[in-house]
Nanobody, 125 residues
Framework: QLHVVESGGGLVQAGGSLRLSCAAS????????LGWFRQRPGKEREFVAA????????GYGDSAQGRFTISRDNSKNTVYLQMNSLKPEDTGVYYC??????????????????WGQGTLVTISS
């Protein structure tokens, strides 16, 4: 059975950077698309970014374009979300998601099989 574990959240000032990690484990982990959603206070969960099984195809939500970069290291079954130029409105809980198809890369969580517990990102103004 697949498991994902997030790490890297924390408190940073506006304009700063953070790197989130999502490590997947399980026999078929390398075949899953991995990505990130976030839930900001008072908002619905929204798509941030995702990468397909080998990292060759990536997708980004509107809020991530130009500031966030997703990458994948399949030797570690891990995706990284590098977040730069952070803003207070980026504050929220960031969840890793695993999808056995490429649907996640288009921002659609309908095929997600596994969600992480979430990691809190807080950006101070």
């Amino acid at each position: 059975q697949l498991h994902v574990v997030e790490s890297g959240g924390g408190l940073v000032q506006a304009g700063g950077s953070l790197r989130l990690s999502c490590a997947a484990s399980g026999r078929t982990a390398s075949s899953y698309a991995l990505g990130w959603f976030r839930q900001r206070p008072g908002k619905e969960r929204e798509f941030v970014a995702a990468a397909n099984w080998n990292g060759g195809t990536t997708g980004y939500g509107d809020s991530a374009q130009g500031r966030f970069t997703i990458s994948r290291d399949n030797s570690k079954n891990t995706v990284y979300l590098q977040m730069n130029s952070l803003k207070p409105e980026d504050t929220g809980v960031y969840y890793c998601a695993a999808d056995p198809t490429a649907t996640l890369v288009r921002g659609n969580p309908i095929k997600v099989e596994v969600w992480g517990q979430g990691t809190l990102v807080t950006i101070s103004s």
